[in-house]
């Protein structure tokens, strides 16, 4: 199993939170085989969403996934942002993750807020309320789970497609 862990260079002196405050978000989670595991921790600020999608995209294993990056790019910009907005007050961090088990592809943003986000019903002509709606329309799989101690994380998963067997091509 490889895990990384990062802290974003731009959040100043903030100490991370224990190791401990990030638990598995599902109880299966540690139960799966782990192929891959990443994660960082970025401050709130107006360009962690931004650093966020390309912390995601060097963690994603992109030759396995190329029809899928663009989903789960947004699929992350929406789930920052969301942390950022209601999720994360001033002065905290908020961490992103990125695990694979050869099958699957899940994205977590861990946030100390305590609100549970839904999917709203916007207006036609609302600036925002669509992420989550995103969310559910791109991802294999999402949802909200509790944390010990405060906040939440939300995740998103995506299937992986099976790789090629050895000797075989893969039609372009």
């Given at each position: 199993?490889?895990?990384?862990?990062?802290?974003?260079?731009?959040?100043?002196?903030?100490?991370?939170?224990?190791?401990?405050?990030?638990?598995?978000?599902?109880?299966?989670?540690?139960?799966?085989?782990?192929?891959?595991?990443?994660?960082?921790?970025?401050?709130?600020?107006?360009?962690?969403?931004?650093?966020?999608?390309?912390?995601?995209?060097?963690a994603l294993p992109v030759e396995q996934i190329p029809q899928r990056i663009d989903d789960i790019t947004l699929c992350v910009s929406e789930l920052a942002t969301?942390?950022?907005?209601?999720?994360?007050?001033?002065?905290?961090?908020?961490?992103?993750?990125?695990?694979?088990?050869?099958?699957?592809?899940?994205?977590?943003?861990?946030?100390?807020?305590?609100?549970?986000?839904?999917?709203?019903?916007?207006?036609?002509?609302?600036?925002?309320?669509?992420?989550?709606?995103?969310?559910?329309?791109?991802?294999?799989?999402?949802?909200?789970?509790?944390?010990?101690?405060?906040?939440?994380?939300?995740?998103?998963?995506?299937?992986?497609?099976?790789?090629?067997?050895?000797?075989?091509?893969?039609?372009?």
């Amino acid at each position: 199993m490889l895990s990384i862990t990062e802290v974003d260079p731009d959040a100043g002196q903030h100490c991370p939170p224990p190791r401990a405050a990030y638990p598995p978000a599902s109880a299966g989670e540690e139960r799966r085989h782990v192929a891959h595991r990443s994660e960082r921790r970025f401050n709130r600020t107006a360009t962690a969403v931004g650093k966020a999608r390309a912390f995601i995209l060097a963690a994603l294993p992109v030759e396995q996934i190329p029809q899928r990056i663009d989903d789960i790019t947004l699929c992350v910009s929406e789930l920052a942002t969301n942390a950022l907005q209601h999720g994360s007050p001033a002065g905290r961090l908020f961490l992103v993750r990125v695990i694979t088990n050869g099958t699957r592809l899940r994205i977590e943003v861990h946030d100390p807020g305590e609100s549970r986000p839904l999917p709203r019903s916007p207006a036609d002509d609302d600036a925002s309320g669509r992420g989550l709606l995103l969310v559910d329309a791109l991802a294999d799989d999402w949802g909200v789970a509790p944390r010990v101690g405060l906040g939440k994380a939300v995740w998103a998963e995506f299937e992986l497609p099976d790789p090629a067997p050895e000797g075989k091509t893969v039609p372009c």
